[in-house]
């Protein structure tokens, strides 16, 4: 699914790698480090954010270094949930089912289904502004998982999640490793990546 070919990143004075790794499909990759040590970085670059210094992204078959986000099929949840703050919760649903292909009628559940399970649903006619870093993550997950990508990529996804829902998203990415999705996810404790099949260390 991922493979990760002597890829060096170059931000400003910031350098990472040579790294090489690869992930297949439905199994799930941890990038375990301190603060400053590249994990976001890493997974901009997989995400088509910011540019290479070196080496190559393939994905599914296909060297994607150069493609722009959009043509990857990645779903991408950053530590900062991305939402649009001037609109309600429903209408940054509804953008996740405008711009993805989504589920087939009776494959998955409802974009309204998956904000009930991450206990959005009685947020839906609230201003995204007004959301805890908690709920904007919840909101920032139902949009990815909706559009049904190849690839997820989280970045310190729980970092602001109660017990409770963090137990309601690791259950939708259980589900969507059984479904074959391929996942990466950033932790600065090992205990947060104890699920993952593969690992990186970054110092």
Not at 9 to 31: D, K, M, Q, T
Request: proline share 7%; aromatic share 4%.
């Amino acid at each position: 699914m991922l493979r990760l070919v002597e890829l060096r990143l170059a931000v400003g004075a910031f350098r990472l790698g040579p790294i090489s790794a690869e992930l297949a499909a439905g199994e799930s990759l941890g990038v375990l480090g301190p603060s400053g040590s590249g994990k976001t970085k890493l997974i901009e670059a997989i995400a088509g954010v910011i540019p290479t210094a070196g080496g190559a992204i393939w994905l599914a078959g296909q060297d994607v270094t150069a493609a722009p986000p959009e043509a990857r099929g990645i779903g991408w949840v950053p530590q900062q949930a991305l939402v649009f703050p001037h609109l309600t919760v429903a209408r940054n649903l509804s953008f996740a089912a405008a711009a993805g292909a989504g589920p087939s009628a009776g494959d998955e559940p409802s974009l309204r289904g998956l904000a009930a399970r991450l206990g959005l649903a009685e947020l839906l006619p609230r201003p995204a502004a007004s959301l805890s870093g908690g709920e904007q993550q919840r909101l920032a997950l139902a949009r990815a998982l909706y559009r049904r990508p190849r690839l997820l990529l989280l970045d310190e996804p729980f970092s602001a999640m109660d017990p409770a829902a963090r137990a309601a998203a690791e259950a939708l990415l259980a589900e969507a490793l059984r479904r074959g999705v391929a996942l990466i996810r950033t932790a600065h404790a090992a205990a947060d990546l104890a699920g993952c099949a593969r690992r990186i260390e970054l110092a």
